[in-house]
């Protein structure tokens, strides 16, 4: 990443903003971890009388995960090396991998659109066993052809929509978060994080 965060130093934004802990950079949301979201939509800033999600966040540092082409490399140094490399780079997985559990509100609106999509994918699912299974049981083969095709289609359509993944980390340090995936309106309430 080119932009550095690390550029203002941390205590010098401790008074700095509204007080919430909650700034904005571009097109990033960037909090304190213990910073608690509003009872706002994440998505249009609309009250959100209560409703929550709650998601897991993992974020791996960009140079660990450029460290990973090496394996392209590496089989050719030998099999000690190889296996040297694997073990440092599980390691460094572990190590500089980070966590983060958010919740944030959620409008009644867009919380049934979000049902409704996780219905619809469910539906390709399920149909889409159905007619393997039926399939199979008939050695109907076209049958198999339909239940792949809606298979791929409802992976598709869970890609499009972004199922599952409705806020990702770009950046977790010890005590802040860069998150991607809040909406215009809510991010405009708040500063932005550099002066
Ligand atoms: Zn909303």
Request: aromatic share 12%.
């Amino acid at each position: 990443m080119s932009d550095n965060p690390y550029a203002t130093p941390l205590s010098d934004l401790e008074n700095y903003g509204d007080g919430s802990g909650i700034w904005i950079e571009k097109k990033l949301l960037v909090m304190r971890k213990k910073a608690v979201l509003p009872d706002r939509c994440y998505h249009c800033n609309a009250d959100a009388q209560g409703n929550r999600l709650k998601q897991k966040l993992l974020w791996t540092p960009p140079l660990v995960v450029l460290s990973t082409l090496l394996f392209f490399v590496v089989p050719f140094l030998g099999e000690l090396a190889f296996i040297a490399f694997t073990v440092l780079w599980l390691i460094a997985v572990l190590v500089f991998r980070k966590r983060h559990r958010i919740d944030y509100g959620i409008c009644e609106k867009h919380l049934k659109q979000r049902r409704l999509l996780y219905a619809v994918a469910w539906c390709f699912l399920i149909a889409s066993v159905v007619a393997s299974l039926v399939s199979t049981v008939l050695h109907w083969h076209v049958g198999i052809l339909v239940g792949t095709v809606l298979l791929l289609v409802g992976i598709l359509f869970a890609i499009v929509t972004r199922l599952g993944r409705t806020i990702t980390a770009r950046k977790i340090t010890a005590d802040m978060v860069w998150l991607k995936g809040f909406g215009q309106e809510f991010r405009d309430v708040y500063p932005p994080l550099e002066k």
